[in-house]
């Protein structure tokens, strides 16, 4: 259609009666996604969005909206006005959990005895608290705080704690330590193995726990063990005195990768057993990738975790972009077996982060798609729901589209 040309009524069908059959959901993604302006303008002015038209009551279906609330890159954390509003328009958004970065490139947010301040919230005043102040307005909210140790094991490469203990370091066969993460950021993990790393990672978290109320912890994918590292000379040495030979060149095979998970796993159990010794909540939630991806290139066996009751929670990240990835990454065995193994699966549902912002009509299906498989959905991020990353749907319509999506029938 010509620019400027007038647009004709009716362009569309209404989507309320598209999103009565299944099988034209796709359909309808599409059509919003191709239709040239005109089109969607119509649409927009003569019947209700996607989220309110089909999808309206969708969250009584949903036993938990989340979402992650980070620093980076975000104003959020510096700002007591921006957390109290962030707060008050998740809640009236229907969002019922707050996970918040506590444990970020090395560093926290509050005065630690094992790592340093975050820069910029030693620039903007150790008093704003903004862990702190996240908790105390959502708990007055009635919502679920769950801190989130984002980096895991993960160290930049030029760490503090890294120059101090080289020999913490995983290193790959050819000795080089660093793993280019995210872009290419250089970074290095720490050796889950060793005890003083275990006894500086439990420490972390204990300590973050006691500062104020939280319900639990969550660890993602970065609480790992990179199934191409473990042959820095501590690893050798101690798989050399359990096993009696060196470990295998083929960082893939078999034994080698079950020995390494065995010590990760060895970490995750100890972390149990001090939050349980410390009478703080014993409430895990982990965040990892699908299955296969995570087990074989994290060394995070979660389909045994959830067997053996090491964790609480599982938050599956899917971030696939197109319907069908997504579909595939729900139905993998193991996420379709955890369930009936007593713990909670929730679905990590990329929201907007950079210049990758997912469209309302898609989202809105994916959300549908986890929930008629009886899981809640935890947005990544805070800033891609209706902040800076809101993309061309803009901020105002996506808050309005999004609490439309969760809204209770009573």
């Known amino acids: 259609m010509p620019r400027n040309m007038p647009c004709p009524d009716n362009t569309m069908p209404s989507l309320s009666f598209w999103w009565r059959y299944p099988y034209l959901r796709v359909l309808v993604v599409v059509l919003l996604m191709t239709s040239q302006p005109c089109a969607i303008s119509a649409q927009a002015s003569t019947s209700p969005s996607v989220a309110q038209s089909s ?3 969708l ?51 509050h005065r630690s005895n094992y790592a340093p301040v975050e820069g910029p919230l030693q620039k903007a005043g150790l008093a704003l608290d903004p862990i702190c102040t ?5 708990h007055a909210r009635g919502m679920k705080v769950m801190p989130w140790f984002e980096y895991g094991l993960m160290e930049p490469d030029d760490a503090e704690v890294v120059k101090l ?3 913490w370091v995983l290193a790959r066969a050819d000795g080089n330590p660093v793993v280019k993460m995210h872009g290419n950021h250089q970074r290095v993990w720490l050796n889950p193995a060793h005890p003083e ?19 639990g912890v969550q660890l993602d994918d970065h609480f790992a063990w990179p199934v191409k590292l473990g042959y820095d000379p501590y690893t050798v040495a101690l798989y050399q005195q359990e096993t009696g030979s060196s470990p ?46 995570a087990y074989n290139n994290w060394l995070q066996d979660w389909e045994l975790w959830t067997v053996g009751k090491l964790i609480d929670e599982l938050v599956v990240q899917n971030y696939a972009y197109s319907l069908k990835g997504f ?60 902040g800076q990353h809101a993309g061309i749907e803009g901020g105002i319509q996506r808050l309005r589209q999004f609490k439309q999506l969760h809204e209770k029938k009573n």
């Open 55 to 57: 999808l309206r009551h």
């Open 59 to 109: 969250s009584d279906q949903l036993p938990i909206v989340g979402v992650w609330l980070t620093n980076s890159p975000s104003p959020l954390y510096y700002s007591r006005n921006l957390m109290h509003k962030a707060v008050k328009d998740l809640y009236s958004a229907g969002f019922t959990a707050l996970y918040l970065n506590v444990w970020s490139r090395g560093s926290t947010f």
């Open 134 to 138: 996240l908790s105390r307005e959502g």
């Open 165 to 167: 203990h080289p020999d």
């Open 197 to 215: 790393v275990r006894a500086r990672f439990i420490g972390v978290v204990i300590e973050v726990m006691k500062r104020c109320k939280m319900d």
């Open 248 to 293: 295998p060149r083929d960082y893939s095979d078999r034994f080698w990768m079950q020995w390494r998970r065995r010590k990760l796993t060895g970490l995750l159990r100890e972390l149990r057993q001090a939050l349980e010794k410390e009478k703080l909540p014993v409430n895990i939630s982990l965040a990892p990738g699908p299955f296969r991806f």
């Open 327 to 386: 579909a595939k990454d729900l139905d993998q065995p193991a996420l379709r077996k955890a369930p009936q193994l007593g713990v909670p699966v929730h679905i990590g549902v990329l929201a907007g982060f950079g210049k990758r912002t997912t469209p309302m009509p898609i989202l809105a299906e994916k959300v549908r798609m986890a929930a008629e498989r009886g899981h809640g959905v935890i947005y990544f991020y805070w800033e891609g729901l209706w």
